[in-house]
């Protein structure tokens, strides 16, 4: 049943077909999500009690940057069956999740530096978990840079793929910084063994906010992946009777 369920995902039809449904379904959810944790973490939550409302940055800052290693793991993983299973419809999803990612990580480096002027009194210091962000940055330019400079889509395909899953060996690196090297950025206080070391107030907007994020990533890659598809399908005689239905 398994190996039925993964030989359909690699069908362009099915796959077009059925992250077509599925888009609505993650996509409301996420802006409910998001709006709430909004409200929450900028209303509704008391000031840090030492980085007074300068803190609720964290609300957009956290969810970005757990999100670009999130994208990019997802990207690998599919770059990887790829590359092993010769999937085009895997290679469409690693291409969709790339500009996704990059904005997330953009975001994360953005909101961290707007939070690090009035903290550390500087927007950028080479920290090892601000290095290794900025490299996860480039790593999705070179990704998508890579595509666009090979006209042979499958040789596109390969070269890409091959980058993106050398380049995960980034993710644990941003993961771990804080606690293998002697970094600026604060020590996890929400994924950590035991209890957050964050009030219940400020954490439950938080948390509104990761899953929102997660779910908006669902919902625009089953959106890019649409696009992708048709992209490469373009000249199939189903692509037209999709169009036109």
């Known amino acids: 049943m398994a190996w039925t369920w993964f030989h359909r995902l690699a069908s362009p039809p099915y796959v077009y077909g059925v992250a077509g449904r599925l888009s609505p379904w993650f996509a409301w959810p996420a802006v ?31 969810p970005s940057a757990w999100m670009s290693l999130m994208v990019y793991t997802t990207m690998a993983g599919a770059a990887a069956i790829g590359l092993v299973w010769r999937m085009k419809v895997a290679h469409a999803a690693a291409a969709a999740c790339a500009p996704i ?7 994360a480096l953005v909101t961290g530096a707007l939070w690090g002027e009035p903290m550390w009194g500087t927007y950028w210091q080479w920290d090892p978990r601000l290095t290794s962000e900025l490299i996860l940055f480039f790593l999705y330019l070179g990704y998508m840079g890579l595509r666009a400079g090979i006209e042979d889509p499958q040789r596109a395909d390969r ?12 993710v644990p690196i941003i993961h771990y910084s804080v606690t293998w090297w002697n970094s600026l950025h604060q020590a996890p206080s929400v994924m ?10 400020m954490l439950l907007p938080l948390l509104a906010m990761l899953l929102g994020f997660t779910l908006l990533f669902i919902a625009l890659l089953l959106v890019r992946l649409r696009a992708e598809v048709l992209l490469r399908e373009r000249s199939s005689s189903w692509t037209r009777e999709a169009l036109l239905t």
Not at 101 to 106: E, L, P, V
Not at 159 to 170: D, E, Q, R, T
Request: proline share 5%; hydrophobic share 50%.
């Open 159 to 170: 070269a890409s793929a091959l980058l993106a899953v050398v380049g995960v060996i980034n």
């Open 192 to 201: 950590r063994l035991g209890k957050p070391s964050i009030s219940l107030t």
């Open 101 to 107: 990612g990059a904005s997330f990580t953009f975001a």
């Open 32 to 62: 409910l999500l998001i709006l709430g944790g909004l409200y929450g973490g900028l209303v509704l939550a008391p000031p840090d009690y030492q980085q007074g409302d300068g803190f609720r940055i964290i609300y957009v800052h956290a």
